[in-house]
């Protein structure tokens, strides 16, 4: 079938509008450029008990995460990357002759932190401030959902340096800012100062003293999202009320995030999400009180809408419960074995018939979509995607396609990886996992109450028992012969106070246990497989807990989320691809590459015996009345009468914009439109010398593909199209471009 329509070609992430068939249409989309010029990262870590061995991993892989945005590798025509002495060693650098940067260097990036530590909302398990014997001093457990730049574990919140005492750092080589940002890179051994060195130490400096009660999903959605962060929480008559605003906070969230910024961030947690939910009664998860028993049938089916705690009173239609009360009819409150205080978080609504916790669903939305609801319930604008304001120079401020969520969390690598014997080929897509059923394996349907197939990510305190259905290997439940399992070593006795393992992994140095009561491995006689057989109070594994919650969140935002595992294949040569969360950073990157890179197009456009397509692009520019002529030679023609009204309707798409100066860019045409199709290189020319300039068409989806494929291998694979600007066609700095295709679709 043939459909008459039209698609935006420039825009980051809008749909594809298609009209009925055999009718007519004409469409301006406003693009501020061709590209991301502009990425605000966040990295959210879990600074809880057992997170220095990750986030010692994590500040390892500083350098592979900011390089391969500030210094994108150069690629062959192949797309194959050239070796390391032939690589550029800074942004300003070209890549050598007949090769060309996978993407653009980005040249404006804010970098922050957030921990996973929020207090205990209320309840006494998790005080804002606590005494620290090994700190000599307060510590925080409560770190409100803002920046945090600490040297150290010990240090104050913002004793790292940062731009501007703003608590994140900011990426500026062109030196742009006002004042100037960073423009070194650095070593991460700090022997030159710059960037990766000072990102590594707040990686480092996030530490392992904070609340145990992690908070990581909220603590994000505080920071970024929350149209009212509260300022504290006060219980009164056993009610949490939150009171007041954060000022602080959202001063940080101005400075950190710009309106039409990507924004990536990046979770490291080695436990489950446990974001309780603010007011109410549902401080009580983090409160040192016994809690009530659960109703008879929450044992049955935690869904079953009678399921509740005996402490409230029973729903409309449901029996009365003899389990709830002992003979004098006095409320049963859990003893200390049914209800240890660490594991609160687990398992609630069939442990206390009550999910204390707030709903996935609550961060999926905040990260896709434009209203959300805000303390009292009402629908607002969503802080994360602000709405145009060209007066004040917001022509297309962010959407949806352009945040994603990265968690490196607990999880096997084996699970998620695109081979399960070699994590150096890096982690499957969201989508890859839904078309061969890898979530199924690693989250099952918490809707429905279907555990994971992976027995190592169900959640118990009990020894499990299965096969994980994609490497084929059988849990171990006889500690006694230690490490049958390749994973998690081996189900060990938690005494009902712990839970068993998703996985482990070698650490780079053993650690003695003794004289330490936190240590895993203090006991000499535990089974813990995170202990050495031999030196039974030497720690020489780390481990990770199934992380259900933060892989629900990614799996509701599609590719837009990333997962990879917090138990590395190794971690010994770090020259290897399967290095630490070198896969990991990957992952995230792959995913960055495909809008850095500009647009993809979801469908294939017509071309004439030419070899052109019907578009249209303007340049746009406020120029006071200064507008200086249309220049040809550097690819500026004069708007065409019969195309005034694209400018019109791009007048009234960006009503306040005040342009005055309009030029269409060139679509090339003979042998320059061969070149830009087929020439990898950043800044093609002709074989006499000449510049190219203008734009062109590229289809990788066609037999034969249009162009060199390699100029949209970054694009989804059903979306490997894309229209590229060489040369002068550039827009401007200070310009908007207005683009238009119409014409025949082959859906």
Not at 429 to 435: A, L, P
Request: aromatic share 4%.
């Amino acid at each position: 079938m043939t459909v008459s329509g039209i698609t935006v070609v420039g825009c980051l992430d809008r749909p594809i509008g298609l009209n009925e068939p055999r009718i007519t249409a004409t469409i301006a989309e406003i693009v501020p450029n061709s590209g991301i010029s502009k990425i605000d990262l966040l990295l959210a870590i879990d600074n809880s008990a057992s997170m220095a061995d990750k986030q010692q991993i994590l500040a390892l892989a500083v350098p592979d995460l900011v390089e391969s945005l500030v210094n994108p590798r150069c690629i062959d025509e192949q797309g194959n990357a050239l070796p390391n002495n032939k690589q550029p060693a800074g942004p300003e650098q070209n890549c050598p002759v007949g090769s060309r940067r996978e993407f653009a260097p980005v040249l404006d990036i804010h970098i922050g932190i957030v921990s996973s530590s929020l207090g205990g909302h209320g309840g006494n398990r998790c005080p804002d401030v606590v005494q620290d014997p090994t700190c000599g001093g307060p510590i925080s457990k409560n770190d409100h959902g803002r920046l945090v730049a600490r040297e150290d574990t010990c240090s104050p919140e913002n004793s790292a340096s940062t731009y501007q005492n703003k608590g994140f750092l900011a990426w500026d080589p062109m030196q742009e800012l006002d004042p100037p940002g960073e423009s070194q890179l650095g070593t991460l051994d700090g022997a030159m100062p710059g960037l990766v060195p000072a990102l590594a130490e707040m990686v480092q400096g996030a530490g392992q003293k904070g609340c145990g009660y992690e908070s990581q999903l909220e603590s994000i959605y505080r920071f970024l999202v929350d149209p009212e962060p509260h300022a504290t929480i006060e219980v009164v008559n056993n009610v949490a009320k939150r009171i007041g605003v954060d000022d602080d906070l959202l001063a940080q969230r101005a400075a950190f995030l710009r309106p039409d910024s990507l924004v990536a961030i990046l979770m490291l947690s080695d436990e489950n999400d446990c974001s309780i939910r603010d007011g109410g009664s549902y401080y009580r998860a983090a409160h040192s009180d016994r809690l009530p028993r659960p109703r008879a049938i929450c044992a049955e089916n935690p869904n079953d809408p009678c399921c509740t705690s005996c402490g409230v009173n029973a729903p409309a239609g449901c029996p009365t419960d003899p389990t709830c009360v002992d003979g004098q009819g006095s409320l049963i409150l859990l003893n200390d074995e049914e209800d240890p205080v660490n594991l609160r978080c687990f398992d609630q609504k069939r442990r206390f018939g009550i999910d204390f916790l707030q709903p996935t669903d609550r961060y999926v939305k905040a990260f896709s979509e434009p209203k959300i609801a805000d303390r009292s319930g009402n629908l607002v604008n969503n802080p994360l995607f602000p709405e145009a304001n060209p007066k004040a120079g917001l022509v297309s401020p962010r959407t949806s396609g352009m945040v994603f969520l990265a968690g490196i969390v607990g999880v096997p690598w084996q699970d998620v990886a695109r081979d399960p014997k070699d994590l150096g080929k890096g982690f499957k897509t969201s989508t890859d996992m839904e078309n061969d059923g890898t979530w199924d394996v690693i989250l099952g349907i918490p809707a429905e109450n279907q555990p994971p197939l992976d027995p190592l990510m169900r959640e118990s305190t009990d020894p499990r028992t299965g096969t994980n259905p994609i490497t084929g290997e059988q849990t171990d439940v006889t500690p006694g012969t230690p490490l049958g399992n390749s994973i998690n070593g081996h189900e060990w006795t938690t005494q009902g106070d712990d839970l068993q393992y998703a996985c482990i992994f070698d650490l780079p140095q053993p650690t003695s246990c003794a004289g330490d009561t936190t240590c895993e491995c203090f006991s000499s006689g535990s089974d813990n497989p995170l202990c050495d057989p031999n030196v039974p109070q030497q720690l020489v594994k780390a481990k990770a807990y199934p992380g259900l919650r933060q892989l629900s969140v990614l799996r509701g935002l599609g590719d837009q989320g990333i997962v990879a595992s917090v138990c590395p294949q190794q971690v010994a040569d770090r020259d290897l691809a399967n290095y630490g969360y070198r896969a990991a950073i990957g992952a995230l990157i792959d995913q960055l590459k495909t809008k850095i890179s500009g647009p993809c197009l979801p469908r294939t456009l017509d071309r004439d015996d030419k070899g052109n397509v019907s578009c249209l692009l303007i340049e746009a520019k406020q120029t006071g009345g200064a507008c200086p002529p249309c220049d040809p030679t550097n690819a500026r023609l004069p708007v065409d009468p019969s195309h005034q009204s694209a400018i019109e309707l791009a007048k009234q798409r960006s009503p306040g914009s005040n342009w005055d100066c309009f030029c269409e860019i060139p679509q090339l045409v003979g042998e320059d439109l061969a070149i830009c199709q087929n020439d990898i290189s950043d800044t093609p020319v002709t074989p006499s010398g000449e510049s190219v300039d203008g734009y062109c068409y590229i289809d990788a989806t066609t037999e034969p593909a249009i162009g060199n494929p390699i100029h949209v291998a970054t694009c989804p694979e059903n979306e490997r199209r894309r229209i590229r600007l060489v040369g002068k066609a550039e827009p401007a700095k200070d310009a908007t471009l207005v683009v238009l295709c119409s014409g025949e679709f082959q859906p």
